[in-house]
């Protein structure tokens, strides 16, 4: 029973990282066919639209209030909305999937660090440590990149530095609702429901004033939103709260630092991206970064 419940696990481990570590790979295939803010918007109708009837067909689609509701949309607009314009930004300005991946792999550790400073957690001198530690890293490859790229100015190599902004102020406003507003916590589903829907409602002004909402219709394009939508953003989030279930949160966060090298090899595969010797070296100076952390966190 043991073995059964450990290769379960083991499944539901891969799954979550091969699909959720695709989406990078899925979005710079879909955005040969539209727009940053198209791309988003087209996604994120799509999922609405999905979540609504799915909720609706269980009977848990309903309206928590103007205040929980408002707070779930603003988590939503960083967690998604400017999460994934920095990353599809990155992507199309030519920076190569794996580093966007390795600098968006610190979010985790980011939310960690900070979190004391929003809920009043302690948060050991350690754990400041191997954040450091996992931002030399990252600034290894980063920069070596710029400086190696002709075509991509090096202050935009900052831009996917974004995403961990945007996520660690959504993770942290969510934080915060669970310790000091409970009543304002609304149920996984639900939240994610009003999440994509306030993205969409959002998308759509700059995709519709900046893009025209062009989009070049094909069978593959088609294809690359289904996955995105049901695949990425449905799929891998199902799979993370089973394993938060059968796992302790750390060990889950920890997931995600598996990321970059996933990430690294799919668009090798896809693309064609190569790794360069500071690319290796910044991903295991992160490691060393995460290692620390995360043993620091697992003796709590």
């Not at 891969?14 to 899925?26: D, E, K, M």
């Not at 004391?116 to 954040?131: C, F, H, N």
Request: proline content about 3%.
């Amino acid at each position: 029973m043991v073995s059964m419940h450990r290769q379960s696990s083991s499944f539901l481990i891969i799954s979550f990282v091969l699909l959720w570590n695709s989406g990078f790979i899925g979005v710079k295939f879909g955005l040969d066919y539209a727009g940053v803010y198209t791309l988003l918007a087209w996604r994120y109708w799509l999922l609405s639209g999905l979540l609504a009837l799915c909720l609706g067909l269980r009977g848990q689609l309903r309206w928590p209030g103007l205040h929980a509701t408002a707070l779930t949309a603003l988590v939503g607009l960083f967690a998604h909305g400017v999460w994934l314009s920095c990353v599809m930004i990155s992507l199309e300005l030519g920076i190569p999937a794996g580093i966007v991946a390795l600098v968006v792999a610190l979010q985790p550790m980011t939310v960690g660090a900070l979190a004391g400073r929003v809920t009043g957690e302690p948060v050991s001198a350690r754990s400041w440590i191997g954040l450091v530690i996992g931002f030399s890293g990252v600034f290894i490859a980063v920069m070596s990149r710029a400086r190696m790229d002709e075509t991509v100015s090096s202050l935009l190599y900052l831009v996917p530095f974004g995403a961990v902004i945007a996520f660690t102020v959504a993770s942290l406003l969510q934080r915060r609702i669970e310790v000091y507003s409970p009543a304002n916590h609304i149920h996984v589903s639900l939240a994610l429901f009003y999440q994509a829907l306030a993205t969409a409602v959002i998308a759509i002004l700059p995709a519709w004033w900046l893009e025209g909402m062009q989009t070049k219709w094909t069978l593959l394009f088609i294809a690359i939103q289904a996955w995105l939508v049901v695949a990425v953003s449905l799929g891998a989030y199902a799979l993370m709260w089973q394993l938060i279930e059968r796992m302790d949160a750390t060990r889950v966060a920890s997931l995600f630092y598996v990321g970059p090298p996933v990430t690294m090899t799919m668009a090798w595969l896809a693309f064609g991206e190569t790794l360069t010797a500071s690319d290796l070296i910044g991903l295991t100076v992160a490691t060393l970064g995460v290692a620390v952390v995360y043993k620091v966190q697992s003796t709590r």
